[in-house]
């Protein structure tokens, strides 16, 4: 099998306690799923790809290295869109979808939480979680999830292959009711606990991230203007941090 890459090895090391359920979305190679599957991280890892030909080289490595009774009822595989996986009332359940762009993500989430939340009734309150590593648009993505009052429990900056990725690891509350004042988002447009400035390449991350929402500043249309300054507002307040 392939060696995870230090991105997936991030991700792995996220998951910290046995969950009912592990949804691998987009799987790719399914390395991650793997990984989480073979220290039973999980009574089952469903492994999830549209891709026809990845489920089944996936399915092909599970029955050669992970048939034996201790594994074999441990694992599924699923060949179909993300926004349907079939996703039942669960105590401890986790998505996780890393490896795609941030409105393509988005949209998952958004489907993944609309589908959920309509198995719940007025009087059941469930929780669901999620690990996220979108390929870019990370401030729409937190967007979303603070829109859907979602609890921060991690987040991180990975670097790799001269690229930066925030994973970012929340809770959400799914009921059919309001969501109670403590349970308001804990979560940042721009990050908090993910960023440490006593590393260069946090310093030169943050720079990145502002240099870029300038740029489409000079090229975006008067009605998008304000909104991409309030973005930069946002990162350049952390800028008082790098010399604290």
Excluded at 31 to 49: C, M, P, Q
């Amino acid at each position: 099998m392939k060696k995870i890459s230090q991105r997936l090895q991030k991700i792995d090391s996220m998951v910290t306690i046995h969950y009912q359920s592990i949804w691998d979305c987009c799987c790719d190679h399914g390395l991650l799923g793997l990984s989480l599957l073979k220290r039973k991280s999980a009574e089952t890892i469903h492994f999830v790809d549209i891709v026809p030909s990845l489920i089944a080289n996936i399915e092909q490595l599970l029955q050669q290295h992970f048939s034996s009774k201790s594994y074999a009822q441990h694992w599924q595989v699923h060949c179909l869109d993300v926004a349907k996986i079939p996703l039942t009332a669960q105590n401890k359940q986790l998505v996780i979808i890393a490896g795609v762009g941030g409105e393509l993500l988005t949209s998952f989430v958004e489907k993944i939480i609309t589908a959920y939340q309509q198995q719940c009734s007025n009087d059941s309150i469930s929780w669901l979680e999620f690990i996220l590593c979108p390929v870019h648009h990370n401030y729409q993505v937190r967007q979303t999830l603070i829109k859907h009052n979602v609890i921060l429990l991690d987040e991180c900056i990975v670097t790799e292959n001269k690229r930066f990725y925030e994973i970012i690891h929340v809770k959400v509350q799914l009921t059919n009711k309001p969501p109670k004042q403590e349970y308001v988002s804990s979560l940042s447009a721009v990050g908090d606990k993910m960023w440490d400035f006593s590393l260069n390449e946090h310093q030169h991350y943050l720079s990145k991230t502002i240099k870029h929402y300038q740029r489409m500043l000079l090229a975006a249309p008067l009605g998008e203007q304000d909104k991409i300054k309030t973005i930069i507002e946002q990162y350049s307040s952390l800028f008082p941090l790098v010399n604290t």
